[in-house]
């Protein structure tokens, strides 16, 4: 309970055929020395089961995978990605990891890329505190990428 777990929620449909592969449970205030929150990774069988599949860690103070959303393929594999806020990283001014999807474990346990609030804007607080990838606003063929932070929305 004092982890939190379950706090955040994403069902991954990885392949996306329609069906969920993966569960990913966040535990934003999970703690262990040096490193805070958690997102658990559960693969979902046919008989209504979840299997730990693996899971990976913040920073400490960074309440990693308060958020936590499936986007588009990013890198061509044909596999949908994963991007999870840690708000209040960095000081307070937020971080968000991009994580890759893989087939058999759900998504790769080393982020492909860390976007910290601050290279985008000193003035940003919280970045990371909603994250949404299933846009493309400009309509290009490209993934968007909304970004909460307080009082503020940015759009990779």
Do not use: W
Not at 65 to 84: E, M, P, R
């Amino acid at each position: 309970i004092g982890s939190y777990f379950g706090g955040e929620l994403c069902a991954l449909d990885l392949d996306s055929n329609g069906e969920t592969d993966f569960l990913l449970v966040g535990a934003p205030l999970y703690h262990e020395p040096q490193k805070e929150g958690k997102m658990f990774v559960y693969s979902l069988s046919t008989q209504v089961k979840l299997e730990s599949k693996s899971n990976v860690s913040g920073l400490s103070q960074g309440r990693f995978a308060a958020t936590i959303s499936s986007i588009q393929d990013l890198n061509g594999d044909g596999l949908k990605d994963v991007v999870v806020g840690a708000p209040l990283e960095n000081d307070y001014k937020g971080t968000i990891y991009i994580f890759l999807g893989e087939r058999l474990e759900g998504i790769r346990s080393k982020f492909s890329q860390r976007i910290m609030g601050q290279t985008i804007s000193p003035a940003l607080r919280f970045f990371g505190l909603s994250v949404s990838g299933d846009t493309n606003q400009e309509m290009e063929g490209l993934v968007d990428l909304a970004v909460g932070a307080k009082g503020n929305v940015v759009l990779l």
